[in-house]
Structure formats: C-alpha cells, structure tokens
C-alpha cells in the first residue's frame, strides 16, 4: 500500500496536469509533503524500525555464535555485506516510496556496523576499550545520518553518544578522565538533527546535557559551572521548540 505522501504527490501531479494549480504551486507543495514526511515518524515506522532492530540483533548473534566457524576472510565480507545491503537496500526503498522500510533497513546497518567493530576488533586483537568503539560507532552513524538526511539515524547517533556518556560517566566514579567530549558530541549531533529535521533527536539530546549537568555538579560541586551549562540547555531546549 503507498504511503500518505507517496498517494498526496501522486494527487499533486494530477491536479498540475488537469490545470488545477500551477507549477510553482506544485513545486512548493512537494517540498512542504518532503520536508513534514522526514520530520515525522509514524507509528508503522516506529514498529518497523523495531523489527529492523530486533532482526540486525538477531544477525549479530548468529554471526557471533558461530565466528569461530566462519573463515576469517567470510567473516570481514558477511559483516561489510550487510551494511552494504542495509544502507543501499534502504536507499532503494526510500526512492520507491516505502520510507518506513528504508529507514528500518539503514538502522540494521548502523547496528551492523556497531556490531562490526565489536567482532573485528576480536577478531584482530585490536586494542582499546568500549568507549573508543562507541565513539567509533556514533561517528559512523552520524555520517550516514547526514549523508541520508534520516531523522532515525540522528537519534540513533544519539543514543549511541548517550552510551559513551553514561558509560564514561560511570567510569569517572573509578576517577576515570571526565567526558567533557560530550559536549562537542552534542554541539555536532545538535546541528546534525536541524539538517536531518529530528526534533526527536533534539529533545534526546537536552536530556542528554541534563545528566551530564548531574556529572559536572558531582565532578566540581559548584553552581558556578552548572548555573551556566542549565541557561545553555535551557536556550538549546527553547531552539529546538520553535524550531520544530
């Protein structure tokens, strides 16, 4: 079944080609269904991106439950393979309407690329710790998500810059360096998320800064560093109202 906007731009090319609105008003009338259809996500899109989710974990553990018995060089083209297939595949569907899936099919990339560098770095015997990956892995996605314009993968990107800080924050507990990187994180996916339209992932990321707010107050124990940080979320939270 075609989407709402696919059967709302099929209805704006038959009123332009019987004479009810003009070219301008068409141009901008497919833009303003472009621009809401990114902006939104609907619930068939949510249940989609879940099953996409629990299909890419699904993948992962296959793959790993069985690594040993996989060849070396197998193992390297399976992963890239099916990144490969989940951002070209989503790109394909998006073209051909079926946004829901397509998004669906580029977080079961991302998840593979994250995967991917968890069963390489095993594999090679590469060094460093979760958090390097995780950054790693938000980098990447971050990417996709600008490459894409994909209001799922912004908040994918998010939520893995989140991972990074709860698990750094927690290190600092074991006098571990403090993440003052987040804040660079959340400038960038803060921009990020205006160009791919994800308020979602705007609000995310307020939420984000309040904990690291928690962190700061815990490191320092003074208003005069937190005080400051909160007028900031406060403007960025405001930013992203009446940007919505």
Known sequence: MASYSSRVRTDIARWLQVGLIDASTADALTRDVEANERKSLSFGSILAMIAALLFGAAVLIFVAANWQAIPRLARVAALFAIIFAGYVGGAVLKTRDHAAMGEALWIVAAAAFGGSIALIGQMYHLSGDEASALITWGAGTALAAVALRSNPLTVAAVGIADAWLFLKGFDYFSRAE?????????????????????????????????????????????LQVAVPLVVVSVLLFSAAIFAA
């Open 178 to 222: 403090f993440p003052h990187l987040f804040v660079v994180m959340a400038s960038v996916l803060f921009a990020i998320s205006f160009w791919s339209r994800s308020q979602a992932a705007r609000h995310l990321i307020i939420l984000s800064v309040i904990f690291y707010l928690v962190l700061l107050f815990t490191e320092y124990e003074t």
